[in-house]
């Protein structure tokens, strides 16, 4: 079965430096990959998707990743952090269906 | 467009009582998950519907029950409550049963005490 895991619970940084957050994933067949956000409590919002296209992926508010096989990594990146960025990040895996996969997540807090 | 839309928002049980969830799929989506989230963990992966059968189960027990009506719309069913239910259950939906992006609503908190 797929899985993934999210290296660091959390990740700090200051505003304005790169964001990079690290996810490996296992799985048995070749998959999708996900980016979600979580704000305080609200729900998921996805950040970007990867589904066997292209390897670097550009999702919304400046974040992309980019899927490298050889390495089973799928890491987050944002060149300039902002203060808005804080919150959890949840890195997904699916097997080509709906039964996705979450790491436990990495909390980023952003210092002025 | 509406999103994923959940209730209640929040909500307050006794152990060994039953609760019920509720969930709208976005319009022209036909495949519901449940998804609960403990306080600081991921999402768990609880159920999958499509047209209305069931097409994926997670790792929970039989006191969690979900069903899809013909509009889509589903709830979420967990009888016999314990403590460690307590959590947030998220819904997501999304136009099939396969490998699209799942959309989720802003979820419904349970406190069981």
């Known amino acids: 079965a797929q899985s993934v895991t999210q290296l660091g619970s959390h990740v700090s940084v200051s505003e304005g430096a790169l964001v990079l957050l690290r996810c490996n994933y296992s799985?048995?067949?070749?998959?999708?990959l996900f980016w979600y956000v979580q704000y305080p409590n609200q729900g998921l919002q996805l950040l970007l998707k990867?589904?066997?296209?292209?390897?670097l992926v550009k999702g919304i508010n400046g974040f992309e990743a980019e899927f490298k096989k050889s390495e089973t990594s799928f890491h987050l990146t944002k060149p300039s952090a902002h203060m808005s960025d804080a919150a959890e990040y949840f890195c997904?895996?699916?097997?080509?269906?709906?039964?996705?996969?979450f790491g436990a997540g990495t909390r980023l807090t952003v210092k002025p | 467009d509406a999103g994923v839309t959940q209730s209640p928002t929040h909500l307050i049980k006794t152990r060994g009582q039953q609760v019920t969830l509720r969930c709208s799929p976005i319009?022209?989506?036909?495949?519901v998950s449940w998804y609960q989230q403990v306080l600081g963990q991921g999402p768990q992966f609880i159920f999958q519907?499509?047209?209305?059968?069931?097409?994926g189960r997670g790792n929970f027990p039989d006191r969690f029950s979900a069903r899809q009506f013909p509009n889509y719309s589903s709830e979420l069913n967990v009888n016999a409550l314990l403590l460690g239910d307590s959590a947030l259950y998220l819904c997501?939906?999304?136009?099939?049963?396969?490998?699209?992006?799942?959309?989720f609503g802003e979820g419904s908190w349970l406190t069981v005490v």
């Open positions: 990867y589904t066997s296209a292209a390897t």
């Open positions: 319009s022209g989506h036909k495949s």
């Open positions: 799985s048995s067949v070749p998959p999708y």
């Open positions: 519907y499509y047209e209305k059968e069931e097409r």
């Open positions: 997501a939906s999304s136009p099939d049963s396969f490998g699209n992006t799942i959309y």
């Open positions: 997904a895996v699916s097997e080509r269906n709906n039964d996705m996969r």
